[in-house]
């Protein structure tokens, strides 16, 4: 994962510039060791985060999981809740970018 996160990031930048494209082309980021890889681009490309995956669940999973209900979208089958949330978000990620321009 290491070796090939600059040629990920540089496919976020250039052609994979949405969600559901970088799921379709990585698509076991999904569901590979319940979102291991995610998690491991995340601390790559985050690495002042600490124990990332602990505060974000304190402060942020609940609501994420009250949107996505409002917002009618699926929550993926894992034993990750942390995974679930972050699945979410890249579901939502159009309508918050679509809400960002409004303001």
Do not use: H, W
């Not at 679930?84 to 890249?90: E, H």
Request: with cysteine.
């Amino acid at each position: 994962m290491k070796a090939t996160f600059g040629y990920r990031q540089k496919q976020v930048r250039t052609s994979l510039t949405e969600p559901g494209l970088v799921m379709a082309e990585y698509p076991r980021f999904k569901d590979f060791q319940n979102g291991s890889l995610f998690f491991s681009d995340s601390k790559l490309l985050y690495p002042e985060a600490k124990d990332f995956d602990k505060s974000f669940k304190e402060k942020y999973l609940n609501e994420i999981f009250l949107l996505a209900n409002r917002k009618s979208v699926d929550i993926p089958e894992s034993p990750d809740e942390c995974f679930k949330a972050m699945y979410v978000l890249l579901k939502l990620t159009p309508s918050i970018t679509n809400f960002a321009k409004l303001i």
